[in-house]
């Protein structure tokens, strides 16, 4: 994908913005979605019963992994992205697959739209990396209907991918000062946290992505340096010192062994689904707010889909 943006040093001076479109940018986001992430998007329409009509915002949706399969049901979508290349890429993919929606580009931070809104107001591993948490929770909330699905999935905290994004973060550029480690929202009790009691019917449920693509960790690894925009980003970044990026390279094989189990050699990437209704109004918020997560847990057969190197399965938290 070309790109008008640096992803070495030089992205510093570009500003939050900038920064976060350089990353994205790079590599091939749109091909991890379609080889990987692609049963999450499904996923979390399912799981929000999205219907024809709906009025839905996917937030930092990237190249429409939610929004473009929401708006096949006949829902009414806009993709909402701080990164135009991928909302382009989008906007391509949407067309070959008869997908008619909206592209918009927006911070999940201060999200363009009036409140009350949206029926639905979703995001996909998407506005997790947004570095102010209660700031994007609070836009959520404040676009989606009173009544209306907040729907989110989030790496968990301790899962693969938070150790992947743990692990690249030395190699990235320094985050914006203050900015909190998306890796939080993979946390039932602070998602529920963070969304407060103007929301009611808060669920939310582990469940395991399969991922059957890489023999070993080195075949892990090559496709992330290669596709992934943030391993991508962090390797071009130190390009110029060869003893990091051989450390880089021995960190992520050796990561992805530790995950990888089975024949053929499979990885287990859990995530966290949440969802919650806004209340209908101020004086419906019950004094006594449940405060432990529910527990659903969602039939895996539901997400399969064998032709995929993925597979999606659910259990309880
Ligand atoms: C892992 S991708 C997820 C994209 C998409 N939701 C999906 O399921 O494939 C993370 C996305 O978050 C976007 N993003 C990061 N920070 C953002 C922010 N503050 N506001 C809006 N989008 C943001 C990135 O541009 C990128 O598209």
Same mark, same amino acid.
């Given at each position: 994908?070309?790109?008008?943006?640096?992803?070495?040093?030089?992205?510093?001076?570009?500003?939050?913005?900038?920064?976060?479109?350089?990353?994205?940018?790079?590599?091939?986001?749109?091909?991890?979605?379609?080889?990987? #992430?692609? /049963?999450?998007? =499904?996923?979390?329409? $399912?799981?929000?019963? +999205?219907?024809?009509?709906?009025?839905?915002?996917?937030?930092?949706?990237?190249?429409?992994?939610?929004?473009?399969?929401?708006?096949?049901?006949?829902?009414?979508?806009?993709?909402?992205?701080?990164?135009?290349?991928?909302?382009?890429?989008?906007?391509?993919?949407?067309?070959?697959?008869?997908?008619?929606?909206?592209?918009?580009?927006?911070?999940?931070?201060?999200? !363009?739209?009036?409140?009350?809104?949206?029926?639905?107001?979703?995001?996909?591993?998407?506005?997790?990396?947004?570095?102010?948490?209660?700031?994007?929770?609070?836009?959520? &909330?404040?676009?989606?209907?009173?009544?209306?699905? +907040?729907?989110? +999935?989030?790496?968990?905290?301790?899962?693969?991918?938070?150790?992947?994004?743990?692990? +690249?973060?030395?190699?990235?550029?320094? !985050?914006?000062?203050?900015?909190?480690?998306?890796?939080?929202?993979?946390?039932?009790?602070?998602?529920?946290?963070?969304?407060?009691?103007?929301?009611?019917?808060?669920?939310?449920?582990?469940?395991?992505?399969? &991922?059957?693509?890489?023999?070993?960790?080195?075949?892990?690894?090559?496709?992330?340096?290669?596709?992934? *925009? /943030? /391993? $991508?980003?962090?390797?071009?970044?130190?390009?110029?010192? *060869? =003893?990091? &990026?051989?450390?880089?390279?021995?960190? #992520?094989?050796?990561?992805?062994?530790?995950?990888?189990?089975?024949? !053929?050699?499979?990885?287990?990437?859990?995530?966290?689904?949440?969802?919650?209704?806004?209340?209908?109004?101020?004086?419906? &918020?019950? *004094?006594?707010? /449940?405060?432990?997560?529910?527990?659903?847990?969602?039939?895996?057969?539901?997400? $399969?889909?064998?032709?995929?190197?993925?597979?999606?399965?659910?259990?309880?938290?």
């Amino acid at each position: 994908m070309t790109t008008g943006h640096r992803t070495d040093g030089a992205a510093a001076d570009l500003g939050y913005a900038g920064r976060t479109t350089a990353l994205w940018a790079s590599g091939d986001y749109a091909k991890t979605v379609t080889e990987l #992430l692609c /049963p999450l998007g =499904r996923a979390l329409v $399912r799981a929000s019963a +999205i219907r024809p009509g709906d009025r839905v915002l996917d937030v930092a949706a990237g190249t429409g992994n939610v929004a473009i399969p929401a708006a096949l049901t006949g829902a009414d979508v806009i993709a909402s992205d701080l990164c135009p290349e991928l909302l382009d890429r989008g906007r391509e993919l949407a067309q070959t697959r008869g997908a008619r929606l909206h592209w918009q580009v927006a911070n999940a931070e201060a999200l !363009p739209f009036d409140t009350n809104k949206f029926d639905a107001v979703l995001s996909c591993v998407g506005m997790m990396f947004a570095p102010q948490h209660q700031c994007a929770a609070d836009e959520l &909330v404040r676009v989606c209907k009173p009544g209306g699905i +907040i729907g989110l +999935i989030n790496w968990t905290s301790d899962g693969f991918m938070s150790e992947l994004m743990t692990t +690249i973060k030395p190699y990235l550029d320094a !985050p914006q000062p203050g900015s909190q480690p998306a890796a939080r929202w993979g946390d039932a009790a602070y998602v529920r946290d963070l969304l407060g009691d103007r929301v009611s019917n808060f669920t939310a449920e582990q469940h395991t992505l399969r &991922v059957v693509m890489f023999a070993d960790g080195e075949a892990f690894r090559d496709y992330m340096k290669a596709h992934c *925009p /943030p /391993p $991508r980003a962090a390797y071009q970044r130190i390009a110029n010192d *060869p =003893r990091r &990026v051989d450390e880089l390279d021995d960190k #992520l094989a050796a990561l992805a062994e530790r995950y990888l189990a089975g024949t !053929p050699s499979t990885m287990e990437w859990d995530y966290l689904l949440v969802t919650a209704r806004k209340r209908q109004s101020p004086e419906c &918020v019950s *004094p006594a707010m /449940p405060s432990a997560v529910s527990h659903n847990s969602i039939r895996s057969d539901q997400f $399969r889909d064998d032709k995929q190197c993925t597979r999606d399965d659910a259990r309880r938290v």
